[in-house]
């Protein structure tokens, strides 16, 4: 079996910049070192958030690693705590919202190397 390893260096070069924080992505098929989930980390500003949107292919498990993120998860909405995780179907629509003092940060995994990426406002226009 082959293995690979993605410096830092390499992994800050995968950072996606958005007006609600930035995501960094550590491994999927597209960067070729996994063929079977995506792994990746959130940051979300304080007081920001980021779009309500679902993966259909895929469960997501997220790890919160600092801060604190009111997520909704469909219908629901659960508080999560430094140290909290949450696991989302596939399917299902959720977003967060940092509502920490400090920036949300967290590390987010997903079942699938070729995870999609859905706008509930997308679908909401069909």
């Known amino acids: 079996m082959d293995y690979k390893v993605l410096s830092n260096e390499d992994a800050t ?4 910049e958005a007006g609600w924080g930035n995501l960094t992505w550590l491994a999927s098929a597209e960067l070729g070192n996994a ?9 979300i500003k304080a007081g920001e958030s ?8 895929c469960e997501e498990v997220l ?4 801060g604190q993120l009111e997520h909704s ?3 629901d909405s659960v508080t999560l705590k430094p140290g909290d995780s949450l696991t989302i179907p596939a399917g299902m629509f959720h977003n967060a919202v940092s509502t920490g003092e400090q920036d949300a940060d967290m590390i ?6 070729e995870r999609d ?4 406002s997308d679908v909401s226009a069909e």
């Open 13 to 16: 070069k995968q950072r996606m």
């Open 50 to 57: 980021n779009p309500r949107h679902c993966h259909r292919d």
């Open 73 to 75: 998860v469909g219908a």
């Open 63 to 66: 790890y919160l690693l600092s």
């Open 35 to 43: 063929a079977g989930l995506t792994l990746g980390r959130v940051v």
């Open 117 to 120: 990426f859905v706008l509930e």
């Open 108 to 113: 987010v995994a997903y079942s699938s190397a």
